[in-house]
T-cell receptor
Framework: DAGVTQSPTHLIKTRGQQVTLRCSPI?????VSWYQQVLGQGPQFIFQ???????GRGNFPDRFSARQFPNYSSELNVNALLLGDSALYLC???????????FGDGTRLSIL | GQQLNQSPQSMFIQEGEDVSMNCTSS?????WLWYKQEPGEGPVLLIA?????ELTSNGRLTAQFGITRKDSFLNISASIPSDVGIYFC???????????FGTGTSLTVIP
């Protein structure tokens, strides 16, 4: 079975632009979480969705939003990009909210 | 937010040596996870722990859920070059739905 897949793998944007990142969970997993990982640090929680509803939100500005679709895939949107948004964005899925999560390889976002 | 402190921050060891690292928190967690991350990849789940005192192995890796529920430990026996990477702990509180990640321990194995 395929693991968590994320697209695109790399993305370059300029300040002020908007970006959409995509994630497909492991088949059968209904929970998807998004994390931001800055170089040299551990992943920081952004959102969790379970059964298409937001179940958790980390300490990120309203420029960050997400949604989960009926097939349990998910999108993360970031508006008005700042230089500080440059990071690896990771998606993780689990069978249920709060259960051990399995990660994709991330989207490397660079802001110029 | 919750802060998980991992130590040591980095380790340089000879192939064949055993490795020990730990993760501590000021909060009580009900689940501890250990991940390994290699360059250009996402974290890979190594071990999951669900109750205080639990000791779980995965090959040469052994992890323990601390009895205070505020810490966890990971040991790697007889290290090999492919053990190189950054090891992260992650904890889950009884409330909320997020996992909190530690600061990471970078492991270098010298052949």
């Amino acid at each position: 079975d395929a693991g968590v897949t994320q697209s695109p793998t790399h993305l370059i944007k300029t300040r002020g632009q908007q970006v959409t990142l995509r994630c497909s969970p492991i088949s059968g997993h209904k929970s998807v979480s998004w994390y931001q990982q800055v170089l040299g640090q551990g992943p920081q929680f952004i959102f969790q969705y379970y059964e298409k509803e937001e179940r958790g939100r980390g300490n990120f500005p309203d420029r960050f939003s997400a949604r989960q679709f009926p097939n349990y895939s998910s999108e993360l949107n970031v508006n008005a990009l700042l230089l500080g948004d440059s990071a690896l964005y990771l998606c993780a899925s689990s069978s249920r909210a709060g259960w051990p999560q399995h990660f994709g390889d991330g989207t490397r976002l660079s802001i110029l | 937010g919750q802060q998980l402190n991992q130590s040591p921050q980095s380790m340089f060891i000879q192939e064949g040596e055993d490795v020990s690292m730990n993760c501590t928190s000021s909060s009580i967690f009900n689940t501890w996870l250990w991940y390994k991350q290699e360059p250009g990849e996402g974290p890979v789940l190594l071990i999951a722990l669900y109750k205080a005192g639990e000791l779980t192995s995965n090959g040469r890796l052994t992890a323990q859920f601390g009895i205070t529920r505020k810490d966890s430990f990971l040991n790697i026996s007889a290290s090999i070059p492919s053990d190189v990477g950054i090891y992260f702990c992650a904890g889950h509180l009884n409330t909320g739905n997020q996992f909190y990640f530690g600061t990471g321990t970078s492991l270098t194995v010298i052949p």
